[in-house]
């Protein structure tokens, strides 16, 4: 099994077990690798030899001591890359994603702590999302999604979950960028629609991406 492969399997139980279980199912690992349950099978079984996950066939997989603290090595790489793609080389938030992807493969910790210190040791990544220290250690937050927001508040935009290009440029063209300070007009009762302002001017968004924003309460 290529070492490139272990690291997007151990990344991507990560990021589908950060929810409410730990426990993730080969459905769910296939859909998001694009891949059939029968390869999904035969990887996570060698992951269960290396010890670097626990698989049971009728329950699912989680991540050991050591795969998580894998995992969490490879999403540090991965969001310093976007950060450093983003700030120091000029790439769109919509852009950085996929080189990140390629990038954070490369294991050299020196080159990571340096990116790190030349970007005065961010805590987020160009979609807000937390990046964690050498340690493994995660910076909490109060941040909600926007679907939480309540009528007549205000609230600053933090980050997305989704990284799609169609949705981040669908953002911009609408202002919703990290920064952005929104105010909530209005909450529609029949589709939880959202009237909201932003940069002075009124936008409606439908319940979908209300909740692939993150925002912080003002």
Known sequence: MQSETIENYLKTIYHLSTGNSSIVSNKQLADKL????AT???AVKKLHDLKLVVYEKSYGTRLTSTGS???LSI???????ETYLAKELGFGWDEVHEIAEELEHIKNDKLIKKLSEKLGHPNFDPHGD??????????KSNFIK???AKTKSNYKVMGV???STSFLKYLEKHQLIIGAIISIKNIEEFDH??????QKKEVSISPKVAESIIVETL
Not at 75 to 81: D, K, Y
Not at 130 to 139: L, R
Not at 193 to 198: H, K, N
Request: some cysteine; proline content about 8%.
């Open 130 to 139: 937390p990046i964690p220290d050498e340690k493994g250690k995660i910076q």
């Open 69 to 71: 603290k894998m995992a």
């Open 75 to 81: 999403v540090r790489r991965h969001r310093i890359w």
């Open 193 to 198: 629609s959202i009237l909201l302002s932003c």
């Open 161 to 163: 979950t989704d990284h």
């Open 40 to 42: 999904v099978t035969e």
């Open 34 to 37: 694009n891949v059939i349950p």
């Open 146 to 148: 926007l679907s939480e």
